[in-house]
């Protein structure tokens, strides 16, 4: 059956389910605008482990686990895991998700990683290659400071324009059992590249490649801005959404009052000094699953269109002078009426 829609949609045949999400988060993020949807917060960063990364791989782990207890299900009842981090080899994930014993995908799309790892998870679920996948990310302040900026301990200054890495871990569980939200289609992002090489103000970086897959998404969905209850992008940020909306209106398209952006959800700029804003695999991700959904879920909502966002960039591209490259992946996340 074909499922391919426009140029580089996907409208599933049968709806995917998301059977159960979770998120775990650190004290700044829980101190943040969102903190009263976030249940499970971290009173340790290092989660009782002895580095940044190892805490990190506990975190992810806990809210693999966590998202599976809320889906009631067991390790082994998961067919296949589309994880992914932003640590060098995605060793967080590795690491972390070793114990479950079960077949991965490992994935890097930097920010944008959950949109990628939901748009796998729904494909293989789609076309009969497993009854339930899991779909986790997670980013930590400590660990992504240490891999791209400069360790916690230099205390350097940092520019308005650069973002704060959220330290959280998302995951949804998604299979065939009906449950009130469900992933109806999504739009492959392209890389996009404008030449930027600041990776102190990302959210530039990664706008023209939100602009690209949401206008696209629109083309071959043959819908508006207003057919989304909200179009929410990742982590642009402060500065990235005003280069987004301005980029999309030059396409024709107004997105102002259905957009948010997770990174400016997620903190209080001028009270927690983060900057343009979140940022991280973990800020998407945690925001969808303890945020969005349950707005789908208590129908306040019908329609989003989920948008993560990732800079392409390592230390090896920036210390070569390299630019910064953007991708966004999208999600057609919608409430399921009948259950």
Known sequence: MRQMTGKQSISFAKAVYIEGSAAIVGEKEKDGPLGEYFSHTLSDPMCGQESWEEGESELQLATAKLAMQKANVRPEQIRMIFAGDLLAQSIASSFGLVDLNCPLYGLFGACSTMGEALSLGAMAVAGGYGDRVLAVTSSHFGT????????????????????????????????????????????????????????????????????????????????????????????????????????????????????????MLIFDPAKQDT??????????????????????????????????TGALMSKVSFQEGSSVPGIAQAVVIEREEDV
């Open 275 to 308: 900057g343009a804003g979140g940022s991280g695999c973990g800020c998407a991700a945690s925001v969808l699953a303890e945020y969005l959904l349950p707005k789908l879920e208590n129908g306040e909502w019908k329609r989003i269109l989920f948008v993560p």
């Open 144 to 263: 992504a400071e240490k891999e791209f900026r400069f360790p916690l301990a230099y205390g350097n200054q940092r520019p308005p324009s650069a973002s704060w890495t959220v330290t959280g871990s998302g995951a949804c569980v998604l299979g065939k059992t009906k449950s009130r939200v469900k992933i109806t289609g999504a739009t492959t992002g392209k890389i996009i590249d404008y030449g930027l090489k600041d990776n102190q103000n990302m959210g530039a970086c990664m706008a023209p490649a939100a602009c690209d897959t949401i206008a696209q998404n629109l083309v071959d969905f043959n819908r508006e801005p207003a057919d989304y209850d909200r179009i929410v992008t990742g982590d642009l940020g402060v500065v990235g959404r005003e280069i987004l909306l301005e980029l999309l209106k030059k396409k024709g398209y107004d997105i102002s009052e259905q957009h948010s952006d997770c990174g």
